[in-house]
C-alpha cells in the first residue's frame, strides 16, 4: 500500500500548517492558562473547512476523506492539544454521527451548520457513576406523545460549555439495557437543559469541559438520530470512527512537543554549550521523533478502512484557500 500524500494532500497538509502557525500557536499558551474556549479560531477554522472535513459539499462539509482528516488534525494538534481536541469532537462525535444516521431534515438542521463552522456541537455519553460505558448510562427519557422527557447528568464533556447543541444518549427502555438506549439531538436553550460545573483538568484545558444536567427536559421526538433502541450502536460506532481522531491528536501532539523540545535544547546552555550537544539529550530527542513517526502510519492505515470516503477535495474548499496556496492548486 502506497502510504504517501498525493499532490492534493500535501497543498491540505501545508494549508492547515499555515492556519495552525499563524491563527493558532500564538494563543495555545494563553488558552491553557486560562482555559478560555477558542471560538474566534473555531470560526476561523469553520470557514477553512476544517469543521466538517469529511462530509459532502452538500451537507455544509469540505468535501475530503478521513486521510485528509487525519492530516488536518495532526497539524492542529501539534500547535495546540485543546483546539485539536475541539475539531476532534467536531468533526468525528458530533457531525459524523447525524451524517450517518440522521433523516434529511435533522442533516440540514444539525449538520449543516455545524459542518460549517457556524454553530458547535458536541457528544454526551459519559455519567459519573458509568464512565463511558454505554450500556450503563443512567440518563432516563420518557416518551410522552411527541416529546421525551429526560433526566440525568452526563460528565466529562468536550466542548459541552460551548455547544449549540449536543447528542445525548439516554435510556428509553431500562429493562432492555443497552438495547433500550436511543439518542437524542438536544439544543442549548431546550426546557430543563443547564450547563453544570466546568471540569478541573491536568492538561488540554480550553476545551469547556463540562457536566450537563437534564431536569425534566423536553425535546421534541423529532430530535431523536436513529430508532428506539439504536443509541448504543450509534454510540460505539461513533466512539469507532472516533478513534481515528484521537490518533491523530496523539500525533501532531507529540510532533509539537519534540519541536518544542528540540528548540529549548538548543537554546539552554550548559558548562558553555547548548544541552543538546550532550549525548543523554540527543537520545531522548531521538526517542521522541521516533515514537511520532512509527505512529503516523498505522493512523493513516485505519484512515483508509474499508468503507472509509477516499473523496478528491471539492470545489467548496479550494475556494476557501487563501490567495497564496490557490494559485499552487493543482486539480486531481
Not at 4 to 15: C, I, S
Not at 49 to 75: K, S, V
Not at 126 to 148: D, I, M
Amino acid at each position: 500500500m502506497n502510504l504517501e500524500l498525493t499532490e492534493e494532500q500535501k497543498l491540505l497538509q501545508r494549508t492547515v500548517r499555515e492556519f495552525a502557525e499563524s491563527e493558532v500557536k500564538p494563543l495555545a499558551k494563553e488558552l491553557d492558562e486560562t482555559g478560555h474556549f477558542p471560538l474566534e479560531t473555531f470560526r476561523k477554522a469553520g470557514e477553512l473547512g476544517l469543521t466538517g472535513i469529511a462530509f459532502p459539499e452538500a451537507e455544509g462539509g469540505a468535501g475530503f476523506d478521513h486521510i485528509a482528516y487525519t492530516i488536518a488534525i495532526e497539524e492542529i494538534s501539534r500547535c495546540c492539544a485543546s483546539t485539536g481536541v475541539i475539531l476532534s469532537v467536531q468533526n468525528s462525535l458530533y457531525c459524523d454521527p447525524v451524517h450517518r444516521f440522521g433523516t434529511e431534515e435533522q442533516k440540514k438542521k444539525f449538520l449543516l451548520p455545524f459542518a460549517r463552522g457556524e454553530k458547535i456541537g458536541c457528544y454526551a455519553l459519559t455519567e459519573p457513576q458509568a464512565g463511558s460505558n454505554a450500556a450503563a448510562l443512567q440518563t432516563k427519557a420518557v416518551r410522552k406523545g411527541n416529546t421525551y422527557v429526560i433526566n440525568g447528568t452526563k460528565a466529562w464533556i468536550t466542548s459541552g460549555g460551548a455547544a449549540d447543541a449536543t447528542i445525548v444518549y439516554v435510556n428509553t427502555d431500562p429493562p432492555k439495557g443497552e438495547k433500550g438506549i436511543t439518542a437524542l439531538v438536544i439544543e442549548k436553550g431546550a426546557p430543563g437543559f443547564r450547563v453544570g460545573k466546568e471540569e478541573k483538568k491536568l492538561g488540554i484545558h480550553a476545551t469547556a469541559c463540562c457536566e450537563l444536567v437534564f431536569t425534566d427536559c423536553e425535546v421534541p421526538v423529532v430530535n431523536r438520530i436513529g430508532n428506539e433502541g439504536e443509541g448504543y450502536k450509534i454510540a460505539l460506532s461513533t466512539l469507532d470512527s472516533g478513534r481515528i481522531g484521537i490518533g491523530a491528536q496523539a500525533v501532531g501532539i507529540a510532533q509539537g512537543a519534540f519541536e518544542a523540545a528540540l528548540d529549548y535544547s538548543q537554546q539552554r546552555m550548559a558548562f558553555g554549550h547548548p544541552i543538546s550537544q550532550f549525548q543523554a539529550i540527543q537520545f531522548m530527542l531521538a526517542d521522541m521523533t521516533t515514537g511520532p513517526r512509527r505512529s503516523t502510519r498505522p493512523v493513516s492505515l485505519c484512515a483508509r478502512r474499508p468503507g472509509s470516503r477516499t473523496r478528491a477535495c471539492g470545489s467548496a474548499w479550494r475556494r476557501r484557500l487563501p490567495n497564496s496556496l490557490r494559485a499552487r492548486w493543482r486539480p486531481a
